[in-house]
Nanobody, 122 residues
Framework: QLQLVESGGGLVQPGGSLRLSCAAS????????IGWFRQAPGKEREGVSC????????YYADSVKGRFTISRDNAKNTVYLQMNSLKPEDTAVYYC???????????????WGQGTQVTVSS
């Protein structure tokens, strides 16, 4: 059974950091592009970042560029999202997804995790 499991969410103060993990089971992440998405209450799900399977190239939404870093550890079958300088507007449920192409559109991804809550508040 193909499964993605996110972890690492929590409550953090503005300016703080969190590292999210996306662990795969039932398949190898090496062959997939991995995207991170987020959905805040009352808002649509939006793409945050992605990393390609071929050359490890990365892409970021303008809202997180310079603050978030995506990386992958194929040996651990895990992708990470390091989030620094967090802002209250980063509060959302964060999802990872696996697909064929690195992009920030939902339709590009076939497999999704259940999400992890990130709350940025003082």
């Amino acid at each position: 059974q193909l499964q993605l499991v996110e972890s690492g969410g929590g409550l953090v103060q503005p300016g703080g950091s969190l590292r999210l993990s996306c662990a795969a089971s039932g398949f190898t992440l090496d062959y997939y592009a991995i995207g991170w998405f987020r959905q805040a209450p009352g808002k649509e799900r939006e793409g945050v970042s992605c990393i390609s399977s071929s050359d490890g190239s990365t892409y970021y939404a303008d809202s997180v560029k310079g603050r978030f870093t995506i990386s992958r550890d194929n040996a651990k079958n895990t992708v990470y999202l390091q989030m620094n300088s967090l802002k209250p507007e980063d509060t959302a449920v964060y999802y990872c997804a696996a697909g064929r192409h690195c992009g920030l559109a939902i339709y590009e991804y076939d497999y999704w995790g259940q999400g992890t809550q990130v709350t940025v508040s003082s």
